[in-house]
């Protein structure tokens, strides 16, 4: 047996692709900065074959959600290049309760834009979502970027 799929689940365990975020947390000016920088392997769309993925950024303080920024549409590419950069103020002195929400979603005109993955950064958040967090907690005025894979919406 190939290593990381579970029995029963039928074959790839997260084909959702994945996404490159950085973060930053600067903690004399309690402002976390986060880029969105890529996005890699993302699923072709059933109705037009590729997807025009753009991203979506909520920011939760406490399990509200306080802020939220997105980035532009990405026409047909299942590997799109977003760089762009929002900062958020922290309306606290830590990040223990606060936590970034990524969602991709699929730009369809005309219906309900589908979310192609979801990926959540934060002192509870599971996986490599919790690892990073912590390393931006640990190290702020420093800008951590890493790959994390998409969960399913």
């Not at 990405?74 to 799109?80: D, L, M, R, S, Y």
Request: overall charge positive.
């Amino acid at each position: 047996g190939s290593p990381g799929i579970s029995g029963g689940g039928g074959g790839i365990p997260s084909g959702r692709g994945e996404l490159l975020v950085s973060l930053c947390y600067q903690s004399t000016t309690n402002t976390l900065t986060v880029v969105v920088l890529k996005a890699r392997h993302l699923p072709k769309s059933d109705v037009s074959g590729l997807s025009d993925p753009y991203v979506k950024v909520n920011l939760y303080h406490a399990k509200k959600r306080i802020s939220k920024k997105k980035t532009h549409v990405k026409k047909c590419t299942p590997n799109a290049v977003f760089n762009e950069l929002f900062v958020f103020d922290i309306p606290c002195e830590s990040l223990e309760e606060i936590s970034v929400e990524f969602l991709v979603l699929d730009s369809e005109r005309g219906s309900r834009n589908e979310v192609i993955g979801r990926l959540v950064l934060g002192a509870t958040a599971e996986g490599s979502g919790g690892g990073h967090w912590k390393e931006i907690c640990d190290f702020p005025r420093r800008q951590i970027a890493k790959w994390h894979m998409l969960c399913d919406g």
